[in-house]
T-cell receptor, first 115, second 115 residues
Framework: AQSVTQLDSQVPVFEEAPVELRCNYSSSVSVYLFWYVQYPNQGLQLLLKYLSGSTLVKGINGFEAEFNKSQTSFHLRKPSVHISDTAEYFCAVSAGGTSYGKLTFGQGTILTVHP | GAVVSQHPSWVICKSGTSVKIECRSLDFQATTMFWYRQFPKQSLMLMATSNEGSKATYEQGVEKDKFLINHASLTLSTLTVTSAHPEDSSFYIC???????????FGPGTRLLVL
């Protein structure tokens, strides 16, 4: 079984400042890692994903994340945030085999960007 | 693109009635669809995995007789909440898994309010 921990439930930041949203996971098997964004009353939109290869993954809207296997982390970063980045962000993992495709989500981090 | 729609987006019903929610993959075939439930200020919890042409697989603690899932075609899965009660009020989100991709595409969600 997998589990995901998002270390910060809320992250306030000023516009144009950098931000990091932290995510740690645990799993007994290799996993695929994802970050999703959810705007109020909407479904989830994929920001980026790590499947294999380069540990630095670039996504949409200027976000990137780095997979660190030794620290079992997949932190999300953006060098300069905008007001429009205000949303809830979810880190998720999935494993192959019989659990193929099943996502386990973290608790979510609410990012609030202040002018 | 990979677009997933849900219908309805909002539903209010009386306690004891049944509600059907549709999830459609609009521009791709989805061999697997997933149904999630999200309570206020909480993360998404997987309810069941729906495979086209076979019975759904329910997660532990989810009543299969209460949450009926039908995946009759490669583009449509339905979730029926039978004899709904106020505690079933939640945000229901589906996702579709496109064959060969390690990514789920999420619908916009359906907010259910049971009075």
């Amino acid at each position: 079984a997998q589990s995901v921990t998002q270390l910060d439930s809320q992250v306030p930041v000023f516009e144009e400042a950098p931000v990091e949203l932290r995510c740690n996971y645990s799993s007994s098997v290799s996993v695929y890692l994802f970050w999703y964004v959810q705007y109020p009353n909407q479904g989830l939109q994929l920001l980026l994903k790590y499947l294999s290869g380069s540990t630095l993954v670039k996504g949409i809207n200027g976000f990137e994340a780095e997979f660190n296997k030794s620290q079992t982390s997949f932190h999300l970063r953006k060098p300069s945030v905008h007001i429009s980045d205000t949303a809830e962000y979810f880190c998720a993992v999935s494993a192959g085999g019989t659990s193929y495709g099943k996502l386990t989500f973290g608790q979510g981090t609410i990012l609030t960007v202040h002018p | 693109g990979a677009v997933v729609s849900q219908h309805p987006s909002w539903v209010i019903c009386k306690s004891g009635t049944s509600v059907k929610i549709e999830c459609r993959s609009l521009d791709f075939q989805a061999t697997t669809m997933f149904w999630y439930r999200q309570f206020p200020k909480q993360s998404l919890m997987l309810m069941a995995t729906s495979n086209e042409g076979s019975k759904a697989t329910y997660e532990q603690g989810v009543e299969k007789d209460k949450f009926l899932i039908n995946h009759a075609s490669l583009t449509l899965s339905t979730l029926t909440v039978t004899s709904a009660h106020p505690e079933d009020s939640s945000f229901y989100i589906c996702s579709a898994h496109r064959w060969g991709e390690e990514t789920q595409y999420f619908g916009p969600g359906t907010r259910l309010l049971v009075l």
